[in-house]
């Protein structure tokens, strides 16, 4: 079953502002969005933004999600050492029945 | 608190089989879709399987369709993983999750001989 499409790494400066990127297609991100987790190394990820468009209580307000088309964006300003991690996106996709995570996008920041 | 404790995790041989379950607690255990997600070492997040509700819905990624079934029982507040048939492939730390907004800590699931 394909996946969504992550850029493997991201590095940012400290204070600075991520944009991690996530591409599927019409069955997927671009019919109901994607939700973003971020997983810390050697922790179970966690719930950062459902569908695109909102953020689960409890979640920083640094943090917004938004969708143009099939591909979806996680933006991260004020980047803070805490942000260092992996972040993944995922998707239902209608023509799979089934749920679709991106390979992960590994954020470092300076 | 919500909390999701994974357990029956191990080494099994290839041809072998687990069961894994779920214990919930915190949250509505019956109103929510649970899932099963793994991460084989050093790798990416894969869904598994989830099931809704009532347990009538039920959604396998392909390459476990035919060898895992997923089950809950909702008087007991847990899900469980039936693994039959596991291959080297299987390998990977097995998390459940509720609804993706609550997770367990994983249990690991060694497939060798």
């Known amino acids: 079953q394909a996946g969504l499409t992550q850029p493997p790494s991201v590095s940012k400066g400290l204070r600075q502002t991520a944009t991690l990127t996530c591409t599927g297609n019409?069955?997927?991100?671009?019919?109901?969005?994607a939700a973003w987790l971020q997983q810390h190394q050697g922790h179970p990820p966690k719930l950062l933004s459902y569908?695109?468009?909102s953020r689960p209580s409890g979640i920083s307000e640094r943090l917004s999600a938004s969708r143009s088309g099939d591909t979806a964006s996680l933006t991260i300003t004020g980047l803070q050492p805490e942000d260092e991690a992996d972040y993944y996106c995922l998707a239902w996709d209608s023509s799979l029945s089934a749920w679709v995570f991106g390979g992960g996008t590994k954020l470092t920041v300076l | 608190e919500v909390l999701l404790v994974e357990s029956g995790g191990g080494l099994v041989q290839p041809g072998g089989s687990l069961r894994l379950s779920c214990a919930a607690s915190?949250?509505?255990?019956?109103?929510?879709?649970m899932t099963w997600v793994r991460q084989a070492p050093g790798k990416g997040l894969e869904w598994v399987a989830n099931?809704?509700?009532?347990?009538?819905?039920?959604n396998y990624v392909d390459s476990v369709k035919g060898r895992f079934t997923i089950s809950r029982d909702n008087a007991k507040n847990s899900l469980y993983l039936q693994m039959n048939s596991l291959r080297a492939e299987d390998t990977a730390v097995y998390y459940c999750a509720g609804n993706f907004d609550y997770w367990g800590q994983g249990t690991l699931v060694t497939v060798s001989s």
């Open positions: 099931i809704n509700q009532d347990g009538s819905n039920k």
């Open positions: 569908r695109s468009n």
């Open positions: 019409s069955n997927n991100v671009g019919d109901r969005g």
């Open positions: 915190g949250f509505n255990f019956s109103s929510y879709w």
